[in-house]
């Protein structure tokens, strides 16, 4: 019984966070940098914030990024933070966002989220500010926020 309500209070958690829709930030810049310093740079940044570069490819401008799963006592669920950085034309659009998932007892997904991080992040959330702040120095210009709602 105990687990059937821990089930049910983190559906309840899922689908409260589903209802309401989901509001994707995407960072955007000119970039003054070539594609290959810049990734080199955003790498090493990356990897000392613990994240695993799963692709690197500054030939066709795509880098992403992403932390082995975390089991959170709080949510009941994984989370994964992801780096998503794309550079067409010397024109960079990032995406940070935090995946949360929830596996049955079998282990497959039963169900999930994301959250979008921009400038309204902790300040103390270096796994953000420190990406963020290399890519506008790096870049040599201004972050923008674009907003989307995804329902």
């Not at 692709?55 to 949510?75: C, H, M, R, V």
């Not at 995406?95 to 997904?109: D, H």
């Not at 992040?121 to 201004?142: F, I, M, P, Q």
């Amino acid at each position: 019984m105990k687990h059937f309500i821990s089930i049910l209070s983190a559906l309840a958690f899922l689908l409260l966070l589903n209802s309401c829709g989901t509001t994707v930030w995407q960072l955007k810049t000119d970039c003054n940098s070539n594609t290959e310093d810049l990734f080199k740079r955003i790498s090493m940044i990356l990897m000392q914030e613990n994240f695993l570069i799963k692709q690197n490819d500054p030939k066709i401008g795509y880098l992403q990024a992403e932390t082995t799963p975390n089991y959170s006592f709080w949510t009941g669920m994984n989370e994964t933070r992801y780096w998503i950085i794309i550079v067409q034309d010397n024109k960079v659009t990032a995406q940070a966002k935090v995946v949360y998932t929830q596996q049955n007892v079998f282990g497959a997904t039963s169900g999930g989220t994301e959250v979008y991080y921009n400038d309204k992040a902790h300040s103390d959330w270096t796994w953000y500010w420190n990406v963020r702040n290399e890519l506008e120095k790096t870049c040599g210009s201004k972050i923008i926020f674009v907003e989307k709602k995804v329902k």
